[in-house]
């Protein structure tokens, strides 16, 4: 495809309830990142990919989530028991090298309810 | 640690007036500053990297290591400026984006 691509766009899901969201990132793109954005919030940081390997995880909140990019492409971000604080939006991005310009999808809004 | 600022929730100018968007950031080292813009609907993408010292869109930001600011001007304000614009840093050797929480620019006809 021609940009970061997120699916899905919208997901509800009740408190305690596990999610998976996934992101197609830019063919050829090495580099893939994981953000989340509460309200009125900028982006934060999550997690980085380099390859199928995870490169950085420190900003995982906690240890309900988990992500995975098994053939260095398509990556899950995992969410268990969800809390209504995980209500936000996710966003992927990617980039072909380090310290590159990153290209963001549209992000998944997730409602915890 | 790292921080970026945007001071201003909401910036409201008249077309055709002066912006100015102000950003500062706290870190020791060498950053990398960054500005990116999110149209209604659209996804977030890069507007303008200090690196670069270009001007897109009429946008322009210089690095002010004294005052530790990125502030990102256009002399003249148009309608589809509009937008929400997030200044982000990332630390020399690393690529995570620290983005400050924004800044809603609306200009008015």
């Known amino acids: 495809g021609a940009g970061v691509s997120q699916t899905p766009s919208n997901k509800v899901t009740e408190k305690g309830k596990y999610v998976e969201l996934r992101c197609d990132p830019i063919?050829?793109?090495?580099?893939l990142y994981w953000y989340r954005q509460s309200l009125g919030q900028g982006p934060e940081f999550l997690i980085y990919?380099?390859?199928?390997?995870?490169?950085?995880d420190s900003g995982l909140p906690n240890d309900r989530f988990f992500a995975v990019r098994p053939e260095g492409s398509v990556s899950t971000l995992k969410i268990q028991r969800t809390e209504r604080g995980d209500s936000a939006v996710y966003l992927c991005?990617?980039?072909?090298?380090?310290?590159?310009?990153?290209?963001f999808g549209q992000g998944t809004r997730l409602t915890v309810v | 640690a790292q921080r970026v600022t945007q001071p201003e929730k909401l910036l409201s100018v008249f077309k055709g007036a002066p912006v100015e968007l102000k950003c500062n950031y706290s870190?020791?080292?060498?950053?990398?500053l960054f500005w990116y813009v999110q149209y209604s609907r659209q996804r977030l993408q890069l507007l303008l990297r200090?690196?670069s010292r270009e001007s897109i869109k009429g946008f322009t930001a210089d690095l002010n290591k004294g005052e530790t600011s990125f502030h990102l001007k256009k002399p003249f304000a148009q309608e589809e400026d509009s937008a929400m614009y997030y200044c982000?840093?990332?630390?020399?050797?690393?690529?995570?984006?620290?983005f400050g929480t924004g800044t809603r620019l609306k200009v008015l006809a």
């Open positions: 991005a990617s980039s072909s090298t380090l310290n590159t310009e990153a290209f």
């Open positions: 063919s050829g793109h090495t580099a």
């Open positions: 990919f380099q390859g199928t390997g995870a490169a950085d």
């Open positions: 870190y020791s080292g060498s950053p990398e």
């Open positions: 200090h690196i």
């Open positions: 982000a840093l990332t630390t020399s050797g690393t690529y995570k984006y620290i």
